[in-house]
């Protein structure tokens, strides 16, 4: 079946512009989650969904980030403002249900380079 | 908090031989899970193999093995018979007992030489 899908898979813009990272989980997955992966870095969490409503967005690195997932299955990473410190791979996951035990199943990111 | 530690960024290995990649990691949580993730240059992540933390037995996954020491909060994954389709960075990670989010290592990037 399909996986976990992410677009764009690279994502060039200047500093101070807008963008928008888009995920699409598993079918019937109600979990999701959205990582960062800076170069050399291991993934660090951001926000974690249980279906529609974000359960944990301590992760967010400051009120320029924003999530959403209003229907319970895609999600939006929203970025404004962005600045050259943003620049990193932005993965997201999804699992069939919250239990600490469940595999998380990785799209293959999105590219964010800011200039 | 919880932390994860890969002390190795590099590693080697010839085709066919075997590879131990070692994680310690440190947390006060009784219950808790311990999971090896592959990542290809494609850059998705790929579960390689999980450990409950309950679980005295160490976990086993056709190739891949782990030693799991939990006294000494220790999680190494061992690589019997290396594949060149092996070659990638191996991330250790692990989510505490209620918990649901995955807190990585570093990485450790394994080369298999042909």
């Known amino acids: 079946g399909a996986g976990v899908s992410q677009t764009p898979s690279n994502k060039v813009t200047e500093k101070g512009k807008y963008v928008e990272l888009r995920c699409d989980p598993i079918?019937?997955?109600?979990?999701l989650y959205w990582y960062r992966q800076s170069l050399g870095q291991g993934p660090e969490f951001l926000i974690y969904?249980?279906?529609?409503?974000?359960?944990?967005d301590s992760g967010l690195p400051n009120d320029r980030f924003f999530a959403v997932r209003p229907e319970g299955s895609v999600s939006t990473l929203k970025i404004q403002r962005t600045e050259r410190g943003d620049s990193a791979v932005y993965l997201c996951?999804?699992?069939?249900?919250?239990?600490?035990?469940?595999?998380?199943?990785f799209g293959p990111g999105t590219r964010l380079t800011v200039l | 908090a919880q932390t994860v530690t890969q002390s190795q960024p590099e590693m080697s290995v010839q085709e066919a031989e075997t590879v131990t990649l070692s994680c310690t990691y440190d947390?006060?949580?009784?219950?808790?899970?311990l999971f090896w993730y592959k990542q290809p240059p494609s850059r998705q992540m790929i579960l390689v193999i999980r450990?409950?933390?309950?679980?005295?037995q160490n976990a086993t996954e056709n190739r891949f093995s782990v030693n799991f020491q939990k006294a000494a909060k220790s999680f190494s994954l061992k690589i019997s018979d290396s594949q060149l389709g092996d070659a990638a960075m191996y991330f250790c990670?692990?989510?505490?007992?209620?918990?649901?989010?995955?807190?990585f290592g570093k990485g450790t990037l394994l080369t298999v030489n042909p």
């Open positions: 969904f249980q279906g529609t409503g974000a359960a944990d």
């Open positions: 450990q409950e933390a309950y679980k005295q």
């Open positions: 079918s019937g997955h109600t979990a």
């Open positions: 947390t006060s949580e009784s219950d808790y899970y």
């Open positions: 990670a692990y989510i505490g007992g209620s918990n649901y989010k995955l807190t």
């Open positions: 996951a999804s699992s069939p249900l919250y239990a600490p035990y469940n595999e998380q199943f």
